[in-house]
């Protein structure tokens, strides 16, 4: 059965930093593309970024370049999700997700990840 969990989220001042983890188990975590996507109160899920399989390639959102920055541990099947610069609009409950492939400049549409996590809440306040 595979489980995605992640955690680290919580509440923070504006221009903070924070650093989101998610594990996954019952998978061959070193063969999944990885995903953060988001979700606030009203709207879309959107994604965030993603990474792929051996951690070479990897894209962002427009809203988040410059500030977020996605790794991987292969090893500790393991990846994190590194927000700096925060900003009150940055509000959302984060979600990350597996997908058996890097689609590249297609990889942070939802519907090419497979298994989901259940989300952590970040809230940034101004």
């Known amino acids: 059965q595979v489980q995605v969990v992640e955690s680290g989220g919580g509440l923070v001042h504006t221009g903070g930093s924070l650093t989101l983890s998610c594990t996954a188990s019952?998978?061959?975590?070193?063969?999944?593309?990885m995903g953060w996507f988001r979700q606030a109160p009203g709207k879309e899920r959107e994604g965030v970024t993603c990474?792929?399989?051996?951690?070479?390639?990897?894209n962002y959102a427009d809203f988040v370049k410059g500030r977020f920055t996605i790794s991987r541990d292969n090893v500790k099947n393991l990846l994190y999700l590194q927000m700096n610069s925060l900003k009150p609009e940055d509000t959302a409950k984060y979600y990350c997700?597996?997908?058996?492939?890097?689609?590249?400049?297609?990889?942070?549409?939802?519907?090419?990840?497979?298994?989901w996590g259940q989300g952590t809440q970040v809230t940034v306040s101004s």
């Open positions: 997700a597996a997908s058996p492939s890097y689609y590249g400049s297609q990889s942070l549409r939802n519907d090419n990840y497979e298994y």
């Open positions: 990474i792929s399989q051996n951690g070479l390639m990897s």
């Open positions: 019952g998978l061959p975590f070193p063969s999944y593309a």
